[in-house]
């Protein structure tokens, strides 16, 4: 005889325990969570923070989703990033450069971002220009991003004069624009030499900054570049005479 208590009881438990392994394996998927991004240039140590966060169990970042938007649009990116995530997950982010995308700078990112209702803003900045350009200089003449140690020989490059006063021009005023455009957000400035020298105080910072609790970062990277600018730089004399009286001298104190 067909027993229909039975069979309802059984579904309950089958059902019970298939609901519990979602719990467990993350399947329960929410929207519940705090989205942010990390405002930044290249070379400022942003593959750094990205990978501490990520030690983070409750949090996700990912890098230059707007690197180049190709045929995509912004939209069904952002829509990408910001989708269900496991319960676990209560903080989700990606890294974008103030020249993104590449290909359509005015696509319409940048006014949509601005105006997105609590988004959290982490603005990661190099107080020494200089390590920034010298870096990206060396990743350009290498084409090597990270991960390779790469000999002295094949580092050392040279710059104009005009060239660097430009480069340190055109960053201290994308990082005005940048301050000015979230002006209304939740907006935390951090500097990578901090980050570099004292990471677990810097990751606190943000971890209360978007209200999770502390674990200590772990990271697989090291600093690429650890030679004084004077071993990396041709000409670094001639230019440290040149920028001698100019708001940028102090980078070149080493």
Same mark, same amino acid.
């Given at each position: 005889?067909?027993?229909?208590?039975?069979?309802?009881?059984?579904?309950?438990?089958?059902?019970?325990?298939?609901?519990?392994?979602?719990?467990?394996?993350?399947?329960?998927?929410?929207?519940?969570?705090?989205?942010?991004?990390? +405002?930044?240039?290249?070379?400022?140590?942003?593959?750094?923070?990205?990978?501490?966060?990520?030690? !983070?169990?409750?949090?996700?970042?990912?890098?230059?989703?707007?690197?180049?938007?190709?045929?995509?649009?912004?939209?069904?990116?952002?829509?990408?990033?910001?989708?269900?995530?496991?319960?676990?997950?209560?903080?989700?982010?990606?890294?974008?450069?103030?020249?993104?995308?590449?290909?359509? +700078?005015?696509?319409?990112?940048?006014?949509?971002?601005?105006?997105?209702?609590?988004?959290?803003?982490?603005?990661?900045?190099?107080?020494?220009?200089?390590?920034?350009?010298?870096?990206?200089?060396?990743?350009?003449?290498?084409?090597?991003? !990270?991960?390779?140690?790469?000999?002295?020989?094949?580092?050392?490059?040279? *710059?104009? *004069?005009?060239?660097?006063?430009?480069?340190?021009?055109?960053?201290?005023?994308?990082?005005?624009?940048?301050?000015?455009?979230?002006?209304? !957000?939740? +907006? +935390?400035?951090?500097?990578?030499?901090?980050?570099?020298?004292?990471?677990?105080?810097?990751?606190?910072?943000?971890?209360?900054?978007?209200?999770?609790?502390?674990?200590?970062?772990?990271?697989?990277?090291?600093?690429?570049?650890?030679?004084?600018?004077?071993?990396?730089?041709?000409?670094?004399?001639?230019?440290?005479?040149? *920028?001698?009286?100019?708001?940028?001298?102090?980078?070149?104190?080493?």
């Amino acid at each position: 005889m067909f027993d229909l208590k039975y069979l309802k009881e059984k579904l309950n438990r089958r059902w019970s325990s298939f609901e519990k392994k979602k719990k467990t394996f993350g399947l329960v998927k929410n929207t519940v969570y705090k989205k942010f991004i990390i +405002l930044c240039y290249a070379r400022t140590g942003s593959n750094l923070l990205v990978s501490y966060l990520n030690s !983070h169990p409750n949090i996700k970042v990912d890098g230059e989703i707007f690197s180049k938007l190709g045929e995509i649009s912004f939209e069904k990116i952002l829509d990408s990033e910001f989708r269900k995530y496991p319960k676990r997950i209560k903080a989700v982010g990606f890294k974008i450069f103030y020249d993104q995308p590449a290909d359509y +700078l005015n696509c319409g990112i940048w006014e949509h971002l601005g105006k997105m209702d609590e988004l959290y803003v982490i603005h990661l900045k190099r107080q020494n220009k200089l390590r920034t350009m010298l870096s990206l200089k060396i990743a350009m003449k290498n084409d090597i991003w !990270h991960g390779s140690t790469i000999g002295l020989k094949d580092k050392q490059v040279s *710059f104009s *004069f005009d060239e660097l006063n430009n480069q340190f021009k055109q960053l201290e005023n994308w990082e005005i624009e940048g301050e000015r455009r979230f002006k209304e !957000h939740p +907006l +935390l400035t951090i500097y990578y030499e901090d980050l570099d020298t004292n990471p677990e105080d810097i990751v606190k910072k943000i971890l209360e900054f978007l209200e999770l609790p502390y674990r200590k970062p772990k990271t697989k990277y090291s600093r690429q570049n650890p030679e004084k600018a004077n071993k990396l730089i041709d000409n670094f004399e001639e230019l440290k005479i040149g *920028f001698l009286g100019t708001k940028w001298e102090s980078f070149f104190r080493e």
